[in-house]
């Protein structure tokens, strides 16, 4: 029996990172290992690589790959559920879209792809492969047999399928390695992450969650959430024990759906997952947290909700009753995290820029969120504003997509002043009497103190070399 192994790419970030989604997916089995750090196996003794591949891994992967047999590679993820055709000469199987159950997608019926026709010699990389996926019209003549057979790859592509009868492969991972960035957390604490639904209904234009779970949210059912919650706290406890540090130090979780609270059987999920007896912190979409619903969320105890402010300077239908929603969160003693959004495109020069983080200020000095986290602008293929930054993408950005770097702007001096200002106004906020009266006390050495320390020394060094330079 060979072996099974999980890979990330990009390789697992023990800084920021938390559980690797791959885990999901691992069979059970001694054979099963997770791989770190993305070093090079014998291929004889592998029966099978699991790899998942986001935007930013591409490149990593296709290194790893080529050294490689291919025939024993498995993809998913963002990456390949774009663009599969990508991964024809990188992989075996390509599965498109979520799954939790290897075994159950590769028996599911192969999903077909055309190739385009295309002249090598003109394209000059015999690498290339383009083509899309038979859908709509194109369905009917294949079904009838009118599409030629040698454009068609078959046995290659596949939808993934949920079964939510397997376990995530927590027991692979050392969860000392995750590391967020929480208000109140030190670095000592462990924290942990699960899923209890994939997908969100809405269709934010930016986001890519509607491309990779399509427009639905899928609930994991109770019971099988309830056997990963008991199995999930066996794992915190034995975690601690193996660090002295972590044993009587606070414990967190990360509820990792994109809208929790949308399903209406929350309060029964809330009450499954708060057996783990840790901080709970989620993701929250103004609109659906009512009054009802904060008050459920205060019963269980939960410690944050993170927030799409987006971008200040437009109006967004989800966030309509935001400043009650922070305020009623504020009320019932539970902490705001905002996130926003820089369209680095938007803020080129000075006049600009002043707007732009103008409005950002009075909305965030007016809100007065416990932690508010800067975004750049990442346009993913498939989403619905990637139509117009795509003249602007080259394959070379993907490995950018980080929503830290600014890589729609190529000059790079304004591009680091763009990293720069966004930092500043975040260090700005934290660091204003405003936040240390009516908020916290920043300075504590939690997570989010100490990562901030890191980013004012790292931004310093880059002011210095950007301050004396016009672009
Ligand atoms: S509500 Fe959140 S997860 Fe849903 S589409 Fe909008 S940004 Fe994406």
């Known amino acids: 029996m060979g072996m099974i192994i999980g890979m990330s790419f990009p390789r697992n970030d023990k800084n920021l990172g938390l559980e690797p989604s791959i885990l999901n997916v691992l069979p059970r089995g001694s054979n099963v290992e997770y791989c770190y750090d993305n070093h090079d196996f014998d291929d004889s003794a592998v029966e099978m690589y699991l790899c998942s591949v986001y935007i930013s ?37 390509i599965v498109i879209g979520p799954t939790d159950d290897i075994y159950a997608t590769l028996k599911r019926k192969s999903t077909p792809f055309r190739l385009s026709r295309y002249d090598a010699s003109k394209i000059g990389n015999d690498r290339f492969v383009g083509g899309h996926l038979i859908s709509g019209d194109e369905w009917t003549d294949y079904t009838n047999n009118l599409v030629p057979l040698e454009s068609v790859v078959e046995n290659r592509i596949f939808e993934g399928a949920l ?99 949308l399903q209406n059987d929350f309060e029964e999920r809330l009450r499954i997952i708060a057996r783990l007896d840790a901080k709970i912190y989620m ?58 959004i820089v369209n680095p495109l938007e803020v080129v020069g000075a006049v600009k820029a002043t707007a732009f983080y103008k409005a950002l200020k009075e909305r965030v000095y007016h809100l007065m969120p416990e932690m508010i986290c800067g975004n750049f602008l990442m346009p993913f293929p498939g989403t619905p504003i990637w139509d117009d930054y795509y003249h602007l993408i080259s394959e070379d950005d993907f490995k950018e997509y980080d929503s830290k770097t600014p890589f729609l702007i190529k000059n790079r001096v304004v591009h680091d002043k763009m990293r720069y200002y966004m930092f500043k106004f ?9 936040y240390d009266q009516q908020v916290r006390d920043f300075e504590v050495e939690d997570t989010l103190h100490l990562r901030f320390l890191e980013l004012k020394r790292y931004f310093d060094e880059v002011y210095r070399s950007i301050a004396i330079v016009r672009p």
């Open 57 to 93: 891994g591409m490149a990593e992967f296709k290194k790893w790959a080529m050294r490689h047999d291919t025939r024993k590679i498995v993809v998913g993820g963002y990456h390949p559920t774009m663009f599969p055709e990508a991964f024809l000469n990188y992989a075996d199987k």
């Open 163 to 261: 079964t939510f009868s397997n376990l995530p492969r927590y027991d692979l991972y050392d969860i000392g390695r995750n590391q967020q960035i929480i208000p109140g957390k030190k670095p000592d604490d462990l924290v942990t992450s699960v899923n209890t639904s994939f997908g969100c209904p809405f269709k934010c234009d930016f986001c890519c969650t509607p491309v990779m779970f399509g427009p639905r949210l899928i609930s994991k059912p109770l019971e099988a959430l309830s056997r990963e919650v008991d199995f999930m706290k066996a794992h915190l406890i034995h975690s601690a024990l193996l660090s002295p540090a972590s044993v009587l130090r606070d414990r967190y979780v990360f509820v990792r759906d994109e809208n929790f609270t």
């Open 283 to 340: 993701f929250g979409s103004a609109n659906t947290l009512t009054k009802k619903v904060m008050d459920k969320l205060k019963e269980y105890g939960v410690y944050m909700i993170c927030i799409g402010l987006e971008d200040p300077t437009k109006t967004y239908a989800k966030n309509k009753t935001l400043d009650k929603v922070v305020a009623g969160l504020k009320d019932r003693g539970i902490y705001t995290y905002l996130s926003f």
């Open 426 to 434: 975040q260090w700005d906020y934290f660091m204003s009497s405003k």
